[in-house]
């Protein structure tokens, strides 16, 4: 069994920062690439920037120069520097990983429960 668990979501204000981090745990053989996506009210949920295993980066235009992804392997732990938040920035936000377990050596994606930063005056 695999878990991933996000932390570090909250309240802050316009042109604030927040730092996210989701760590994944259980039978891990290894992990690919990691990402986080976003869900705000009434909306889809959308891809806010995913990392390879080799750190090769990707990032929504909606976030690139203001967020940044990046990864601990050897803690199986992806974080989200997030800067001069907006208030379109709020929203519940999901880690998500394609992770290969043992026994089985079967890969799949797996998903945090979410976190939720709120971006407010």
């Known amino acids: 069994q695999v878990q991933l668990v996000e932390s570090g979501g909250g309240l802050v204000q316009p042109g604030g920062s927040l730092r996210l981090s989701c760590a994944a745990s259980?039978?891990?053989?290894?992990?690919?690439?990691m990402g986080w996506n976003r869900q705000a009210p009434g909306k889809q949920r959308e891809l806010v920037a995913t990392?390879?295993?080799?750190?090769?980066?990707n990032y929504a235009d909606s976030v690139k120069g203001r967020f940044t992804i990046s990864r601990d392997s050897a803690k199986n732990t992806v974080f989200l520097e997030m800067s001069s938040l907006k208030p379109e920035d709020t929203a519940v936000y999901y880690c998500?990983?394609?992770?290969?377990?043992?026994?089985?050596?079967?890969?799949?994606?797996?998903w945090g429960q979410g976190t939720q930063v709120t971006v407010s005056s």
């Open positions: 259980g039978s891990i053989f290894s992990i690919y690439a």
């Open positions: 998500n990983a394609g992770i290969v377990t043992v026994p089985n050596m079967k890969r799949r994606d797996y």
């Open positions: 990392i390879t295993s080799g750190g090769c980066t």
